[in-house]
Nanobody, 118 residues
Framework: QVQLVESGGGLVQTGGSLTLSCAASGGIFSIYRIEWHRQAPGKQRELVAQITAGATSAYGDSVKGRFTISRNNGKKTSSLQMNNLKSEDTAVYYC????????????WGQGTQVTVSS
């Protein structure tokens, strides 16, 4: 079983940057696909970015070109670098670890709040 803890959220002005971190403990971090999701008030949870065990990344259309996902298997961490933030990026951000071969095995952090003010 994997435990995940997000950090790095906060308040930032429009156009600013933040880097979120996700620290894992337990399990074999390197085998999991890492996903970053977000959920804004009154909206459905949205997949923002993901990075496979082989370090192939993919992004949602709303963040493409602005966000960068990375992972460090040795440190059991993932980061989400967010640039040129917009008010619509305001949400609680969650990281998740998903076993690609057995997706029913997925683990989530508690989330970190990102607020972008204009």
């Amino acid at each position: 079983q994997v435990q995940l803890v997000e950090s790095g959220g906060g308040l930032v002005q429009t156009g600013g940057s933040l880097t979120l971190s996700c620290a894992a403990s337990g399990g074999i971090f390197s085998i999991y696909r890492i996903e970053w999701h977000r959920q804004a008030p009154g909206k459905q949870r949205e997949l923002v970015a993901q990075i496979t065990a082989g370090a192939t990344s993919a992004y949602g259309d709303s963040v493409k070109g602005r966000f960068t996902i990375s992972r460090n298997n040795g440190k059991k961490t993932s980061s989400l670098q967010m640039n040129n933030l917009k008010s619509e990026d305001t949400a609680v951000y969650y990281c998740a670890a998903v076993d690609a071969l057995r997706p029913q095995y997925n683990y989530w952090g508690q989330g970190t709040q990102v607020t972008v003010s204009s």
